[in-house]
Structure formats: C-alpha cells, structure tokens
C-alpha cells in the first residue's frame, strides 16, 4: 500500500478482536518511509508504532495510559529513509519487546491494558499524523506474543517480497 501523507489512510472499525487487555499479543508491519518527519505506520488509539526520520532516525512503540502518562520502547537501529524495515512488538505474559528486522531493541514490563473504542488506523495517528510510507504485510495477533524465533521467522518468511 502506498500513502502520499497528505490524505490517504486506512481506518478499521474498533472491534474486541482488536483490544488486548492486559493479555498477550503481537503487532508487526513491514514498513518504509518516503519523506522525513513522524510517522506512524500503525496506531490505535493510546499505542501506536512511530518512526522519526531526520535527526534522530529510530522507530518505537508508545503507548499512553490514563492520566496522561507516555510511555516508549525505543529501537537501537539508526533507521533510514527508502528502506523497509519489519517492526514487531510483542507481549509474553507481561514483558514487551521491540523487534526491528528480526532483531530484538529492547523491552520492558508492561501490566497496562489496550482496551479502548478507537478504530485501527494504518498511517495516521491522533488527527495529525498522515503517513507518507510504504506499509507491507502487517499482522496482529491477540492473546499471541510471538517467541524471539517466530519474529524472525516471520521475519525471513517475508522479506524477500520488500528486498532485493
């Protein structure tokens, strides 16, 4: 799917299949940005995927509880533009994890439930934030946190589609 940033998007209804409570899940993306700035590939409403091109280059996973309160996963990997990359976070019982190409970034416990009634938006964000990207196969699976192993298989499974 290809999105120019200015007004394409992909939005689907809010849905239980769709909310994971405090349970285990997984959402991956493959994903290559076009132009510099934030963007969010995938995003419901408090947790989203984001990557940030320019001076700072990283993707992450924030999420916001109630309150007001932020919390992100950051990646390790310098990202660049015109490059796919997979993302996936994953949650086992209570233990996020950030994948960038199969390999792990970083983790951290997350007790927090992701129960709420906004729709799934695929390249916008929170009224603001129109994606100018290439979203690839994107997945998610709830009440599933996938092993370091089936990120990777996933991983190698389907890269040949998006690189040469």
């Given at each position: 799917?290809?999105?120019?940033?200015?007004?394409?998007?992909?939005?689907?209804?809010?849905?239980?299949?769709?909310?994971?409570?405090?349970?285990?899940?997984?959402?991956?993306?493959?994903?290559?940005?076009?132009?510099?700035?934030?963007?969010?590939?995938?995003?419901?409403?408090?947790?989203a995927i984001f990557s940030f091109y320019g001076t700072y280059g990283y993707i992450s996973w924030n999420w916001?509880?109630?309150?007001?309160?932020?919390?992100?996963?950051?990646?390790?990997?310098?990202?660049?533009?015109?490059?796919?990359?997979?993302?996936?976070?994953?949650?086992?019982?209570?233990?996020?994890?950030?994948?960038?190409?199969?390999?792990?970034?970083?983790?951290?416990?997350?007790?927090?439930?992701?129960?709420?009634?906004?729709?799934?938006?695929?390249?916008?964000?929170?009224?603001y934030v129109l994606t100018n990207s290439h979203i690839g196969v994107s997945r998610i699976y709830k009440g599933?946190?996938?092993?370091?192993?089936?990120?990777?298989?996933?991983?190698?499974?389907?890269?040949?589609?998006?690189?040469?």
């Amino acid at each position: 799917m290809v999105l120019d940033g200015t007004n394409d998007l992909l939005t689907v209804a809010d849905s239980n299949s769709l909310d994971f409570d405090t349970g285990d899940f997984t959402v991956e993306s493959f994903y290559k940005g076009i132009l510099g700035g934030l963007h969010a590939p995938m995003s419901k409403g408090g947790w989203a995927i984001f990557s940030f091109y320019g001076t700072y280059g990283y993707i992450s996973w924030n999420w916001t509880i109630p309150g007001n309160n932020n919390y992100d996963l950051f990646g390790q990997k310098v990202i660049n533009l015109g490059q796919w990359y997979h993302i996936c976070v994953t949650r086992i019982s209570g233990i996020k994890y950030l994948y960038i190409d199969g390999i792990l970034q970083s983790s951290i416990a997350d007790p927090f439930s992701y129960t709420n009634t906004s729709p799934l938006n695929i390249a916008y964000w929170n009224a603001y934030v129109l994606t100018n990207s290439h979203i690839g196969v994107s997945r998610i699976y709830k009440g599933l946190g996938l092993s370091s192993d089936q990120v990777r298989q996933n991983y190698h499974n389907t890269v040949a589609k998006y690189i040469n």
